[in-house]
């Protein structure tokens, strides 16, 4: 459970929205982060052959990022973790991982967001359906 206590509800963009909002949070930078994330997910899963991605804006005002899919992806991370998540849950992990990345170069502003960005997804991954996994893949 997040440490608020009180339930972070998601949000799907719609195609308006995919522009604006992570304009909004993260300025020009935004195009950083996506790759980014696009890169981390490649390296992580080898089921990952590029696609569409949904946006996701988070009730507590993070924003992240997943695979349009209904597969599981078969995950392998330089940390031991070797499973298979949902997209949504890959999408949770990758993002995470550029966010923890991009947190420490860059832009001061960029990096700064990116952490904050990086606590307020961790605090929604706490009440998914997949987060023993998704914190054993992240640890």
């Given at each position: 459970m997040n440490t608020t206590d009180t339930i972070i509800t998601s949000q799907l963009l719609d195609d308006e929205q995919?522009?604006?909002v992570p304009a909004e949070i993260f300025s020009f930078d935004?195009?950083?982060?996506?790759?980014?994330?696009?890169?981390?997910?490649?390296?992580l899963s080898p089921d990952y052959k590029g696609g569409f991605w949904d946006f996701y804006l988070l009730s507590n005002?993070?924003?992240?990022?997943?695979?349009?899919?209904?597969?599981?992806f078969h995950v392998v991370c330089d940390n031991g973790f070797e499973g298979e998540l949902s997209a949504d849950a890959l999408g949770i992990v990758a993002s995470l991982y550029a966010y923890s990345h991009q947190s420490f170069g860059g832009p001061s502003k960029f990096?700064?967001?990116c952490a904050e960005q990086y606590h307020l997804l961790r605090e929604y991954m706490f009440d998914h359906?997949?987060?023993a996994t998704?914190?054993?893949a992240i640890d």
């Open positions: 995919r522009l604006s935004f195009l950083r982060l996506e790759m980014a994330v696009y890169a981390m997910t490649d390296n005002g993070a924003f992240f990022m997943a695979p349009s899919s209904d597969k599981q990096a700064e967001t359906a997949e987060v998704i914190l054993s």
